[in-house]
């Protein structure tokens, strides 16, 4: 069956692909951890509380306004929701 | 009080660079979505059924084994649970 030899070829150069980018989010995600992280070093200074909910709700709307798709906002939002949650539960460096 | 006020412009630095991140994260997770989309549709003629629960647990592994923190594995786990779950839920291109 030559036609699902194909397509099976063809799935496995999208997975690669995707594990590629997965890399790269990876380290974009930790990238965003580390800043994340001196932030909230400097908010005692700054008299800043740690949770801000209109700082949160700056970055679903900035997010939502770079989509260019496929994803839907809700898809990003939701991806979103899950990444503030676990930034602010990171441990202090 | 000046401390005050470079804890504050310092913070106001790394959002900044936050945003610049998260653009790159939206354009990433994006491209991630269209190779799923891909996949997805050629798996009828691959004879895949569309859940692949070794290939998720493949991704968790391999998105923990780039991991360089400081997000924990745990934290990355989560972020990749969200992500995948998404992902099946977009609807086909």
Known sequence: MPEMNDAFEEIEKHRAQIDEIDRELVA???KRAGHSLV???LKPEAKMGLFDAK???EIL???TGYNEGPLYNENLREIYSTILKVMKE???L
């Open 28 to 30: 974009l995600l930790n």
């Open 55 to 57: 700082r949160e709700e």
């Open 39 to 41: 932030i909230r070093g």
């Open 90 to 92: 990171t441990p202090s």
């Open 61 to 63: 709307v900035k997010v």
